[in-house]
């Protein structure tokens, strides 16, 4: 019963973020690998944002890519001392080892 009103509280809380959905690649420029994927897929299911899974298929790679809001990836990626405590703690958080990705 607790568990519920917890849910509760942080989904009231969450932040709602903006702008185009976009790949990490798209925002960073260049592939993200596996490990930072993780670490931002996780970042976002704490800060209440659901990515959008697209299908890509080019020449160098083929498979499921996820998007994220431009604003929620600014956030993440902003350098570390202009982010406010609350955002900072929760973005910046790895997750645990044996984190897995729900498709």
Known sequence: MMDNKLNFKIMKES????????SL????GH???????QKVAYAAVKAG????????KTSYYEGEIYTYPSEFLDEYFE???KVNK???SL??????N?????N
């Not at 932040?15 to 976009?22: H, L, P, Q, T």
């Not at 592939?31 to 994927?37: E, Q």
């Open 15 to 22: 932040k709602k973020y903006s702008g185009e959905f976009i």
């Open 25 to 28: 690649y798209d925002h960073l």
């Open 31 to 37: 592939a993200a690998g596996g490990k930072l994927g």
């Open 49 to 56: 944002v659901k990515p959008i899974i697209k299908e890509l």
């Open 79 to 81: 350098p570390k001392q």
């Open 86 to 88: 609350k955002a900072g």
């Open 91 to 96: 973005l910046n958080e790895l997750p645990p």
């Open 98 to 102: 044996d984190y897995q990705l729900d």
